[in-house]
């Protein structure tokens, strides 16, 4: 019994320390810059992003064009791309030291390369010509693997959202990726894994959206963009 009590009070303590660093050391996926310095530019274009799913197919493990790593590809929504396009917008918007070239000019120089060109472009190459031509300094590549919204409610699900992008800042100069954002995930009951505290708290207990999760994650991946 006297051992029983001493073990309660130690597990008390044991129980609070456990989770003040669960809650402090719950920081997912986020953006990493790929240069040590920040990068001379200011006209950014941002091209819409790049459904994967639709392109792949669904459950299918693809590699990213640009970045190398590798994403499982499951349901995206329609509208999913547009949103979290313009999303990426509204953020990047914030910097007034950045200049957004709008998407749609791109379209045009798209469709001018494709009818000049003798042979297909690399991916990479098109996105540096497409910048060039527009006067960017640099150009921002979104690509969403998987947008699959939850099937339930706020505190009861059948299936949880699960979102899964890539964005790439790619250098016009010299065709660099200088930055990237990168965000996968789907949610989990904090019983299924107990790391996920600090989420648990902040989106207070609920099952979140899709579209939800969505704006977290670009708001996190953006933290470490590197402003001019």
């Not at 996105?127 to 150009?139: C, F, K, M, T, Y």
């Not at 919204?149 to 660099?176: H, M």
């Not at 990237?180 to 949610?187: A, D, K, L, S």
């Amino acid at each position: 019994m006297i051992y029983y009590k001493k073990w309660g009070g130690w597990s008390s303590i044991f129980l609070f320390l456990c989770l003040f660093y669960l809650g402090a050391c719950t920081a997912p996926l986020k953006g990493t810059k790929t240069t040590s310095t920040p990068p001379a530019f200011k006209n950014i274009l941002v091209i819409p992003f790049k459904d994967m799913a639709h392109v792949h197919g669904e459950d299918v493990t693809v590699r990213c064009q640009l970045c190398g790593r590798l994403f499982t590809t499951g349901k995206v929504v329609p509208g999913a791309n547009r949103f979290l396009t313009d999303q990426s917008i509204t953020i990047l918007e914030r910097h007034k030291n950045i200049h957004l070239i709008p998407s749609s000019k791109a379209q045009g120089v798209f469709a001018r390369l494709l009818s000049t060109m003798e042979k297909e472009m690399p991916e990479l190459e098109m996105i540096v010509e497409i910048g060039r031509s527009l006067g960017a300094d640099a150009v921002l590549v979104g690509y969403v693997y998987r947008f699959k919204e939850r099937q339930g409610s706020t505190y009861s699900v059948g299936t949880p959202a699960s979102v899964a992008f890539d964005i790439d800042l790619v250098s016009v100069n010299n065709g660099r990726i200088i930055w990237y954002g990168r965000y996968n995930e789907t949610q989990k009951a904090l019983t299924d894994d107990l790391f996920q505290f600090g989420k648990f708290i902040k989106r207070k207990g609920r099952w979140v959206t899709a579209w939800e999760m969505a704006v977290n994650g670009l708001e996190d991946v953006f933290l470490t963009f590197p402003v001019p």
